[in-house]
């Protein structure tokens, strides 16, 4: 059964956004995957990627050929790639990245070490995404909040 954190429950239901789980696995296969190109999958597809284990190393390459063989069967053009961390920033229970300090502190939360690594690896993975320029940030604090950072 898949476990979605409470930030995402305004989509969880209807699947319109990735959520964060499946946003780890993408991350741990390797594969760059737009909402657009997400937006083109069933349901039914959406909650398999959902579902598929995506640990160990086969479950890895089964989960990176779905997703690969989805994104070409919805778009006619191949899904792009992404690098593969060795060692990603969310399995690293020492370091808590620069990005995620510096938005805590916009909310006048001081990440500890000790707060840090108490976090899953999940919840680590997600205030990571969440704290990237790049991203839509509204629900860092949601998500401070329901890990019990503030």
């Not at 780890?24 to 995957?33: A, F, P, S, V, Y």
């Amino acid at each position: 059964m898949a476990k979605f954190f409470q930030f995402e429950t305004d989509f969880v239901d209807s699947l319109r956004c990735i959520p964060m789980q499946v946003r780890m696995k993408l991350d741990t296969c390797g594969i760059k995957l737009k909402l657009q190109d997400w937006n083109h999958f069933s349901t039914s597809e959406r909650e398999q990627l959902v579902e598929m284990p995506c640990t160990a190393a086969t479950e890895i390459a089964a989960y990176r050929e779905f997703v690969s063989n989805l994104v070409v069967e919805h778009t006619g053009t191949p899904a792009k790639d992404l690098p593969i961390e060795e060692h990603p920033a969310w399995l690293n229970v020492t370091t808590i990245p620069d990005d995620v300090s510096e938005k805590a502190e916009e909310f006048q939360v001081k990440l500890t070490p000790d707060k840090w690594a108490n976090l899953t690896p999940e919840q680590r993975f997600a205030l990571i995404k969440l704290s990237r320029p790049s991203h839509e940030n509204k629900n860092f604090l949601p998500a401070l909040q329901e890990f019990n950072l503030n």
